[in-house]
């Protein structure tokens, strides 16, 4: 069977290079919890060369422990880190895009306080394309209401609204930017 040992000195050992930050692995082969019980101890005190941690015994001393954690593995899986880096890559690569991108519409969260002629917006947020700002404002209204209607959109002018939904109203509208100068 394989065990993983967690050796830790505790609190404020630090890196002072008694054993690699005050904590250690130590990886290992056991016939049964008993063998490696027997391994671990015989580490501790007596680390024959052979096998062992990274930062050799014995600990006592500066290098006394605090606890030790013993791990008996039940199995193991490769992981392909190759594929998880691209995916990774990919991932940045999108934001950085996004990030080039300018933002073409602003949505809005209108509260829509029943009773009262006070309105305000619950968030805005800049999207590039209508169909974010609508995608964006259906999951916003589904995550806050246990009876979802479906969402009517009107468009006026370039301007999209849905339907006052009780609680709030979504708007998007498009960004407009002037030029210095104008």
Not at 78 to 93: L, R
Request: aromatic share 10%; proline share 4%; charged share 30%.
């Amino acid at each position: 069977m394989k065990y993983i040992a967690l050796l830790d000195q505790g609190e404020g050992k630090g890196c002072d290079y008694t054993i690699h930050c005050g904590r250690d692995w130590w990886f290992f082969d056991a016939k049964d919890d008993n063998d490696a019980f027997a391994k671990l101890r015989a580490m501790m005190f007596i680390c024959p060369d052979e096998q062992g941690p990274n930062d050799p015994g014995p600990y006592t001393g500066e290098k006394e422990l605090k606890s030790v954690t013993l791990i008996r593995i039940a199995g193991s899986a490769i992981v392909n880190v190759e594929k998880w880096y691209g995916q990774n890559e990919a991932a940045e690569d999108a934001r950085k895009q996004a990030l080039v991108e300018p933002a073409a519409y602003l949505v809005r969260s209108q509260n829509m306080n029943i009773g009262s002629e006070r309105v305000w917006d619950n968030w805005r947020k800049y999207v590039a394309t209508v169909d974010d700002g609508k995608r964006i404002a259906e999951a916003d209204y589904l995550s806050q209401t246990t009876k979802p209607k479906t969402i009517t959109w009107t468009e006026n002018d370039g301007r999209w609204h849905s339907q006052d939904l009780g609680f709030v109203q979504y708007h998007i509208e498009p960004v407009i930017v002037e030029e210095e100068g104008q």
